[in-house]
T-cell receptor
Framework: EPEVTQTPSHQVTQMGQEVILRCVPI?????FYWYRQILGQKVEFLVS????????KSEIFDDQFSVERPDGSNFTLKIRSTKLEDSAMYFC?????????????FGEGSRLTVL | GENVEQHPSTLSVQEGDSAVIKCTYS??????FPWYKQELGKRPQLIID?????GEKKDQRIAVTLNKTAKHFSLHITETQPEDSAVYFC??????????FGTGTSLTVIP
């Protein structure tokens, strides 16, 4: 069964450093997303991406964040200058149809620890 | 934007009993309501979903009911088993392109 894959599974970084989280969505999916889950809390929407551009972003997704689809398979989330409060699990997800109408498939997540 | 509330936050049941988790939403245009199960340290996985053109959907021991007028939907798990222990999240979309998740319900099934 095809699945969304994410790397790294765990990254530890110093405050102020740049971090890039990588995702390979399911190959025939057209919509890509990043979500964040702080330990013990709910899953929070960060950004959605369709047709090579951001289609929607939340207030969490400020200027420190950016997303990119550098080639036909990868979808990346960059945090420019990490803060302690960026420590969380970051989930990539993809869907075949637009969010709000069809199933989201989540990756295993990338745990980010900012020291 | 969408406001999704979920209750209860924790739920303990004896094995074999039923569990019910409820969610309310605010955006009347929402038309797709999934439920995700998240085991400790794992990704959320869809267990059941319902679209606004039906009031109930069942899949073996799991069912979801939807009341569009009242803007609430519920997850029902019957004959609970220890492997049902997990955190369950409901979600609802806004009129744009994002899901809002509930705050989660930690279900513990006591053997």
């Amino acid at each position: 069964e095809p699945e969304v894959t994410q790397t790294p599974s765990h990254q530890v970084t110093q405050m102020g450093q740049e971090v890039i989280l990588r995702c390979v969505p399911i190959s025939n999916h057209l919509y890509f997303y990043w979500y964040r889950q702080i330990l013990g809390q709910k899953v929070e929407f960060l950004v959605s991406f369709y047709n090579n551009e951001i289609s929607e972003k939340s207030e969490i997704f400020d200027d420190q964040f950016s997303v990119e689809r550098p080639d036909g398979s990868n979808f990346t989330l960059k945090i420019r200058s990490t803060k302690l409060e960026d420590s969380a699990m970051y989930f990539c997800a993809s869907s075949e149809v637009g969010q709000g109408t069809g199933e989201l498939f989540f990756g295993e997540g990338s745990r980010l620890t900012v020291l | 934007g969408e406001n999704v509330e979920q209750h209860p936050s924790t739920l303990s049941v004896q094995e074999g009993d039923s569990a019910v988790i409820k969610c309310t939403y605010s955006d009347s245009a929402s038309n797709y309501f999934p439920w995700y199960k998240q085991e400790l340290g794992k990704r959320p996985q869809l267990i059941i979903d319902i679209r606004s053109n039906v009031g109930e959907k069942k899949d073996q021991r799991i069912a979801v009911t939807l009341n569009k007028t009242a803007k609430h939907f519920s997850l029902h798990i019957t004959e609970t088993q220890p492997e049902d222990s997990a955190v369950y999240f409901c979600a609802a979309p806004n009129t744009g392109n994002q899901f809002y998740f509930g705050t989660g319900t930690s279900l513990t099934v006591i053997p």
